[in-house]
Nanobody, 124 residues
């Protein structure tokens, strides 16, 4: 069973950048589709991005297209989320997830493996 741990969150001004990391242990992420979700206060956890096992396919929610980039390094057992041109509305706790199916954009309840989350705060 894979365990996930996010890092890289913090406080940044609007227009700035952050790079989140998701380090996996207990299993090789090469067996999993990797994704990122986020949850703002008072809101449901929402899908952000996903990447397939071989990095040949990515999928993003519309609000982050052109600003965020998901990637993975299977040799390092780590996935990443590069976030550029950050906006105040990107403020949330960001969660990494792993799944054996390529089914991006589904509700969070459809996925089994999660990290503990990392806070991203964008000041305007």
């Amino acid at each position: 069973q894979v365990q996930l741990e996010e890092s890289g969150g913090g406080l940044v001004q609007a227009g700035g950048s952050l790079r989140l990391s998701c380090a996996a242990s207990g299993a090789a992420i090469s067996s999993y589709v990797m994704g990122w979700f986020r949850q703002a206060p008072g809101k449901e956890r929402e899908f952000v991005a996903a990447i397939n096992r071989g990095s040949s396919n990515t999928y993003y929610t519309d609000s982050v297209k052109g600003r965020f980039t998901i990637s993975r390094d299977n040799a390092k057992n780590t996935a990443y989320l590069q976030m550029n041109s950050l906006k105040a509305e990107d403020t949330a706790v960001y969660y990494c997830n792993a799944d054996r199916r390529w089914s991006p954009g589904q509700p969070a309840s459809e996925y089994d493996y999660w990290g503990q989350g990392t806070q991203v705060t964008v000041s305007s």
